[in-house]
């Protein structure tokens, strides 16, 4: 049992050291992008579409539909609203003014992932960063 554990935990600290070694070093904003859409792919594209639409497969069975996260910047008057994407999309502090939350706590999920210290934090706000950049990448021209 023993064996069994520590196994756990060299894994679980080799996948923060790897995620943190890519938040060190610095990034090109290509692979920045990359990444951020790797991780959209895989936790935003059943709602949002993989192309960031709104129209994923689970789209028809949400009420409302999910937004099309192509055109933030443009609802916004042209300008991509960081800090409040970012929060909207960690979800651990309530906006009021959005209304019903129907999109996952992803600041929550990210944590059972990594765990919810310090080190599980820094993972999560890269996490939320790739997203980022990544939706700021799609954005359409109007």
């Known amino acids: ?7 756990v935990v060299v894994v679980w600290w080799t996948i923060l050291g790897i995620a943190l ?12 992008v990359r990444v951020g859409r790797q991780y959209f792919v895989r936790y935003c594209s059943a709602c949002h579409g993989v192309e960031g639409r709104g129209d994923g497969p689970a789209a028809p069975a949400l009420h409302p539909p999910p937004a099309n996260l192509r055109r933030i910047a443009q609802r916004r008057g042209g300008r991509f609203p960081v800090a409040e994407i970012t929060a909207y999309i ?4 309530t906006v009021p003014a959005h209304g019903h939350r129907d999109m996952p706590i992803w600041g929550e999920r990210f944590g059972e992932i990594v765990g919810r210290d310090e080190l599980g934090e820094a993972v999560v706000r890269s996490h939320l960063r790739f997203l980022i950049v990544y939706l700021q990448s799609i954005q359409q021209e109007w």
């Open 21 to 32: 070694a890519a938040e060190q070093r610095q990034l090109t904003s290509e692979e920045t």
């Open 1 to 7: 049992m023993q064996r069994w554990s520590f196994g």
């Open 90 to 93: 960690d979800g651990r502090t």
